[in-house]
């Protein structure tokens, strides 16, 4: 069941298109063929992949804050998705401190606006549901998370993923679950590790601030070297999102929740991460700063993705090194040419990646 057959001709709704994963997946999701639909902020500035890949005039693009419940049932009436895939979000730690009732509104108050669009609307099949790896409640231990493990959160946006969890498993349970005579939609929810990739310019985040010291020829400051993290290309989750959309089409034992990560090789620190961006750039260097005060990050966390792999045959495509030079080859033409040959590039990428899973036998591109 190779996805371009899934996808292709299918009415697919995007929340949060704008922003960074929700942008390639647009961009991956019109390759295959689908007929996309987008519902998001303005994205955060002008250098942003939704930007720079001129996806604006490549699908059907709506601006809309999913806290707004009348606008997403509008929308979601009007379109008729038959599938939809909700990334929006507050996506950054730091700035869940600094405004934690937007985090909470909108992560967990905007899930449910979704959820209940997806409830009230008779197209959809089936409904991804992007949260984070952040959901789980951290007690620093070395083995990866299981997605039976505990939710929680220290910070407002761990817990306010952690509620988001709650909200669709209740949803699940209490509408979408196999009853009377309509077929409910397929609703999972899956959880990835740290996404890395080109068009990410996220303020506070590790490899944008990275990109950002090496294209301005700084010292990469570091606050936290030895905080360690699953690190994954963007195409990685993504592929596991599409494939798990693909299979609920006609599995609904699939419904639950599902961890998207990289293999324990590339669960690595911080200080080895910024030394392989590095050497992958060919220059730079790191200055070590004292740790911020003012919020907290677990220093350790890592996912466990044995599940994905025995009941979807999903595993990761690429190696820590490949991820870093996919990521590097990205900011690198982007740096030396500007933003006008993004689009053919993220393709290129797309299709580099598709061919190389393709090469390792993965089932989802077979």
């Known amino acids: 069941m190779p996805l371009k057959t ?29 007929e996309v639909y987008g519902m998001a902020l303005e994205p955060a500035t002008d250098q942003d992949n939704f930007v720079i890949t001129g996806l604006k005039n490549l699908l059907h693009h709506h601006i809309c804050n ?7 049932l509008a929308l979601f009436k009007r379109i008729q998705p038959q599938m939809v895939f909700h990334l929006a979000a507050q996506a950054l730690v730091k700035k869940s401190y600094d405004d934690p ?13 979704i959820l209940e669009a997806i409830r009230q609307t008779a197209a959809v099949q089936t409904a991804v549901m992007i949260t984070s790896d ?16 505990e939710l929680g959160g220290l910070d407002p946006y761990g817990a306010s993923k952690a509620c988001a969890e709650m909200a669709i ?19 999972a929810s899956t959880r990835a590790g740290n996404v890395i990739g080109g068009g990410d310019w996220s303020e506070k985040r590790i490899v944008p601030d990275i990109m950002r010291a090496l294209i301005a020829r700084k010292p990469v400051e570091l606050r936290q070297p ?23 089409l006609t599995d609904h ?12 090789a590339a669960i690595v620190p911080v200080n080895t991460l910024t030394q392989k961006i590095i050497a992958a750039w060919g220059s730079g260097s790191i200055k070590a700063l004292s740790p911020l005060s003012d919020f907290h990050e677990a220093s350790l966390l890592s996912l466990d993705i044995a599940k994905a792999r025995q009941k979807l045959r999903w595993r990761p495509t690429l190696t820590l090194d490949e991820t870093i030079d996919f990521t590097v080859q990205w900011y690198k033409k982007f740096a030396e040419q500007g933003p006008e040959p993004m689009y053919e590039c993220a393709c290129q990428q797309i299709s580099d990646y598709t061919r190389i899973a393709k090469k390792r036998g993965l089932v989802w591109v077979l």
């Not at 009732?101 to 108050?109: D, I, K, Y």
């Not at 498993?169 to 309509?182: K, N, P, V």
């Not at 419904?255 to 990560?261: K, P, R």
Request: hydrophobic share 35%; net charge neutral; charged share 20%.
């Open 253 to 264: 034992t699939l419904t639950c929740s599902w961890n998207f990560g990289p293999e324990p």
């Open 101 to 113: 009732v937007n985090t909470f509104e909108t992560n967990l108050g905007g899930t449910v606006h």
């Open 66 to 72: 999913i806290n707004e419940q009348e606008q997403v």
């Open 226 to 248: 030895q905080a360690t993290r699953p690190w994954q290309f963007v195409l990685e989750p993504l592929s596991g999102y599409l494939w798990l959309g693909a299979k609920m």
């Open 134 to 149: 952040k959901c789980y409640k951290n007690v620093e231990w070395e083995y990866g998370y299981r997605e039976t493990d």
């Open 169 to 187: 498993q209740a949803y699940r349970h209490s509408f979408f679950s196999a009853s009377g005579s309509a077929e409910p939609p397929a609703v």
């Open 6 to 34: 899934v996808y292709k001709g299918k009415r697919i709704l995007v929340t949060g298109h704008t922003g960074f994963k929700g942008s390639w997946l647009c961009l991956w999701l019109r390759e295959l063929g689908a």
